[in-house]
């Protein structure tokens, strides 16, 4: 579903529920809790914060699993005790 279906969907389904004011307090604090976790969470970012961290990550150094080579292995030539 296209973000602008699922806006329309909320939209139209916000209609519905607003006719019930019980039913509208719930769903309030729910979207506070939702928007309160999605501040506290290092992980939820934009778009273009997600393609930056991709861009800084690409400058900085990386390793390649050999030709061959299991996780094991690889983690061992790193330096890691297992």
Not at 10 to 29: C, F, H, Q
Not at 32 to 42: A, I, L, S, Y
Not at 56 to 73: C, I
Request: hydrophobic residues 35%.
């Amino acid at each position: 579903m296209t973000t602008l279906q699922l806006n329309a969907d909320i939209y139209r389904n916000l209609g519905i529920i607003a006719e019930d004011e019980s039913t509208l307090n719930k769903v309030a604090k729910y979207l506070r809790r939702v928007v309160k976790q999605m501040k506290n969470d290092p992980t939820c970012m934009t778009k273009e914060e997600y393609f930056a961290m991709l861009d800084r990550a690409e400058q900085g150094s990386s390793h390649e699993l050999l030709p061959g080579e299991d996780l094991t292995t690889f983690l061992k030539r790193m330096g890691h005790d297992l």
